[in-house]
């Protein structure tokens, strides 16, 4: 039995160990060689999310797997280091490598992945927890198709808890899915411009925007340096610019940074969506002024003094 903890947001999903080649001059081409000017190993997958609220000083707790394998070993130190809580996560015997290469160039990047098989009780594992924790949102990183999100939801209404659910490249995305069913599951559905176009299956994103709103209660899509959409309920909804920090260095997780910001908003705060949107964009824009998704999230004071800024 897990020991109940008072958490604001549980997060349910893995690490990844990131691997990330910044300053390229050009893209790597088959028979020649490129060299970078920077390397940075360092968290990603759930981690940049699970981080970057800690920062915030959200009370988040981490249900995640990791396994025997130097790369599970190495981001389990990381997250500890950052006195992140692990109470909920599990470390099998067993390797459970997740690797990802992110090539960053001209504010855009690419990836080479590499992951083991999830556990074969991953939602049995997330799902026990739900049910044996005391916490008030539960936030999923990626979409889960309808059949396996169902149990989770379950448990979570029954905990009390609102739910939130980023999108993610996942296999739904090329697949028929019940994507109204799916958003009409959560309280908050986050995806990105290109993701919330492939879902309604539209080039106009605007049209995307309003058939989400059709099916689900907060919509919120990331639209990279130009801001945000969000809109609650109505079908109306506002475009939330993103701010400028810096150079942009590396788009790695600035998704996942952004949602941490509104969730922090969403939760502890109980602010406007709209005010929850600012502060994504604040901790997003942040985030991409230097390699690695959370290495520059920011803490709750220098959120707040963005916030007084703009």
Same mark, same amino acid.
Request: charged share 20%; proline share 3%.
């Given at each position: 039995m897990i020991q109940a903890s008072p958490y604001d947001v549980v997060?349910?999903?893995?690490?990844?160990?990131?691997?990330?080649?910044?300053?390229?001059?050009?893209?790597?081409?088959?028979?020649?060689?490129?060299?970078s000017h920077e390397l940075v190993t360092t968290g990603g997958g759930s981690y940049i999310t699970v981080c970057a609220l800690h920062r915030l000083g959200v009370r988040v707790?981490?249900?995640?797997?990791?396994?025997?394998?130097?790369?599970?070993?190495?981001?389990?130190?990381?997250?500890?280091?950052a006195g992140i809580d692990l109470q909920l996560?599990?470390?099998?015997?067993?390797?459970?490598?997740?690797?990802?290469?992110?090539? %960053?160039?001209?504010?855009e990047r690419a990836f080479v992945t590499y992951a083991d098989p999830p556990p074969p009780d991953r939602h049995e594992f997330w799902r026990i927890a739900l049910e044996t924790t005391r916490y008030r949102h539960l936030h999923l990183p990626g979409a889960i198709a309808p059949d396996r999100l169902a149990p989770l939801v379950s448990a979570a209404r029954a905990a009390g808890a609102s739910i939130s659910m980023d999108c993610q490249d996942v296999a739904?995305?090329?697949?028929?899915?019940?994507?109204?069913k799916l958003v009409g599951m959560v309280d908050?559905?986050? %995806?990105?411009?290109?993701?919330?176009?492939?879902?309604?299956?539209?080039?106009?994103?605007?049209?995307?925007?309003?058939?989400?709103?059709?099916?689900?209660?907060?919509?919120?899509?990331?639209?990279?340096?130009?801001?945000?959409?969000?809109?609650?309920?109505?079908?109306?909804?506002?475009?939330? %610019?993103?701010?400028?920090?810096?150079?942009?260095?590396?788009?790695?997780?600035?998704?996942?940074?952004?949602?941490?910001?509104?969730?922090?908003?969403?939760?502890?705060?109980?602010?406007?969506?709209?005010?929850?949107?600012?502060?994504?964009n604040i901790c997003g824009g942040l985030s991409v002024t230097g390699e690695g998704g959370a290495t520059h999230a920011p803490d709750l004071a220098s959120l707040r003094a963005w916030v007084e800024k703009l």
């Open positions: 997060v349910l999903g893995d690490y990844f160990y990131d691997l990330i080649f910044s300053g390229l001059q050009a893209f790597p081409v088959l028979g020649q060689e490129k060299l707790g981490w249900r995640a797997h990791f396994g025997n394998d130097e790369y599970s070993r190495q981001i389990y130190q990381l997250a500890a280091g996560a599990r470390v099998a015997d067993t390797p459970y490598r997740r690797v990802t290469t992110a090539l %960053p160039m001209q504010g739904l995305l090329y697949k028929e899915c019940e994507w109204q908050v559905f986050m %995806p990105n411009a290109r993701e919330a176009r492939l879902i309604a299956k539209t080039d106009d994103l605007d049209a995307a925007m309003r058939l989400l709103l059709d099916w689900g209660q907060v919509i919120v899509i990331k639209d990279g340096g130009s801001g945000a959409l969000v809109g609650k309920g109505s079908g109306a909804y506002t475009r939330v %610019p993103s701010i400028t920090a810096g150079d942009c260095v590396d788009t790695t997780g600035a998704g996942d940074c952004f949602n941490a910001g509104f969730l922090y908003g969403y939760v502890c705060e109980g602010a406007s969506v709209e005010q929850c949107t600012r502060y994504g």
